[in-house]
């Protein structure tokens, strides 16, 4: 073999041993326990020495008590996770200062004139800084626009250490892709997009998240593709739905049913099935305002972007007023009528309210009558009344009401006698599509 062959395998078998010892020393920190951050720690946990640090002291208590309030990860798993695999969680930046593969899981909200909101990404990143050592490496999975890992989140990172980024520590990116509240989809079956700052650091990044998932991974060539890839997938989705409640507009005021129309098309075998309806929850209603944000700065306006989400954020509305013309068409008095809204969670069978559009329906209806009642067996009362100064019920009162709106496919809700709820000649209106035809006197 001759020299220059010799010197690329002592190379290449230089990297596999520095690789090799890199995965059998992995200590990892997933920072921020929320509805991604738990389940991807909990999981690492099974192959990996794992830590999970929040800042929310209330939090950690409960999670290493064995009980998640997210219902994300089921109490069994969760301490399994503690009493089997030595998993911990703490708000003490000691315990997790010998890490060296970080993961930052933390929101990334939008303030009241819907611009990106970075403040827990750069809070996440001096925490980062607190704790880094040469040679760890930090991945961050929060949704953001391309660039935001390494010219909003890594500066803050060397700032803090006083380490430089590619010499001293290493950076990757895999966006999250849990889906709150779905038990099919689960973090170690979801394929996840990876990437690194550098190809040998993006090779590492791979395969600890292959070590966990049972259907792979796909490596992304860049930060930036990776970042992006997440943001398009939300924006899609908002824009395909945008599309549907369009639709419903049309032919709600055509007098055809739109989930008829729907069922009919999709019987083409090339026809994409959605339906109509309310976009909340913290990634598609907000993810698409990132992008559109950025885009901008680069000259370009997204219009179909724009334009599908001020559809999506006015279909709240558009319910309670669908609504109350349904009344007004029965001779149901609307002012101080009683209505019972059934749901407030973004999404069914879940306890994740953020951002839930089913709070547009009652402040619209609120223009009519204070007399609404919303009931919710998922939904926590105080979370609820703190987030958005409104009641919630857990137990169904022993009423009968003006009108209904079932806003919310919660299981508890498919069996329920709807109609016993309403007086005589009120008005049922069925947002998710899941009610008896015959009993329901409209829907989206």
């Known amino acids: 073999m001759e020299g220059t062959e010799m010197e690329a395998v002592e190379i290449m078998m230089g990297k596999t041993r520095k690789y090799y010892n890199y995965m059998n020393t992995t200590k990892i920190c997933v920072i921020g326990l929320g509805y991604v951050g738990l389940p991807l720690a909990r999981l690492f946990s099974t192959k990996f020495e794992t830590i999970g640090f929040d800042m929310n002291q209330a939090r950690v208590d409960a999670l290493m ?21 030595g998993f911990k969680c703490t708000t003490s930046l000691e315990v997790i200062k010998d890490c060296n593969f970080y993961v930052v899981a933390v929101p990334t909200p939008v303030d009241e004139n819907n611009r990106p909101d970075l403040r827990p990404l750069w809070g996440a990143s001096e925490t980062v800084g607190k704790v880094i050592s040469k040679g760890d490496i930090v991945v961050y999975e929060s949704t953001v626009y391309p660039g935001v890992t390494e010219e909003e989140c890594l500066p803050v990172v060397e700032r803090v250490s006083g380490l430089k980024f590619n010499e001293d520590f290493y950076a990757g990116y895999s966006p999250e892709r849990i889906n709150p509240g779905d038990k099919e989809h689960t973090v170690e079956k979801i394929k996840k997009v990876t990437s690194g700052s550098t190809p040998e650091i993006a090779d590492i ?15 992304a060539p ?18 395909n739905i945008a599309f549907m409640n369009e639709l419903a507009k049309i032919f709600n005021a055509m007098g055809i049913d739109t989930r ?55 279909m709240g509305a558009y319910v309670a007023e669908q609504t109350v013309k349904c009344m007004n068409k029965k001779g149901v008095m609307v002012k101080d009528a009683k209505i019972l809204i059934m749901g407030i969670t973004f999404k069914e069978n879940c306890p ?37 100064g409104l009641d919630v019920v857990n ?50």
């Open 352 to 388: 994740d309210i953020r951002n839930t559009k089913v709070v547009d329906i009652y402040h619209t209806l609120e223009e009519y009558t204070p007399n609404i009642t919303v009931y919710d067996p998922w939904a926590n009362a105080d979370h609820v009344k703190h987030e958005y």
């Open 65 to 85: 008590a064995g009980h998640d309030a997210t219902l994300e990860v089921s109490d069994e798993l969760l301490q399994d996770a503690i009493n089997n695999h």
């Open 395 to 444: 137990e169904l009162p022993n009423d009968k009401y003006d009108a209904v709106i079932l806003a919310v496919a919660h299981k508890e809700f498919m069996d329920m006698d709807v109609k016993s709820l309403i007086v005589d000649g009120g008005v049922i209106y069925d947002v998710k599509g899941i009610l008896p035809r015959d009993i329901v006197d409209a829907r989206l």
């Open 260 to 314: 008829d129309v729907i069922e009919a098309a999709s019987s083409k075998w090339n026809f994409i099935k959605l339906n109509p309806g309310l976009v909340g929850g913290h990634c598609i209603s907000v993810d698409p305002y990132y992008l559109i944000q950025k885009a901008q700065v680069y000259g370009v306006l997204p219009r179909i972007m724009f334009s599908a989400r001020r559809l999506n954020d006015g």
């Open 205 to 219: 990044v791979d395969s600890v998240y292959n070590a966990v998932l049972i259907n792979g991974t796909h490596k």
């Open 222 to 239: 860049s930060i930036k593709v990776a970042e992006a890839s997440k943001i398009i997938e939300n924006s899609q989705r908002d824009v």
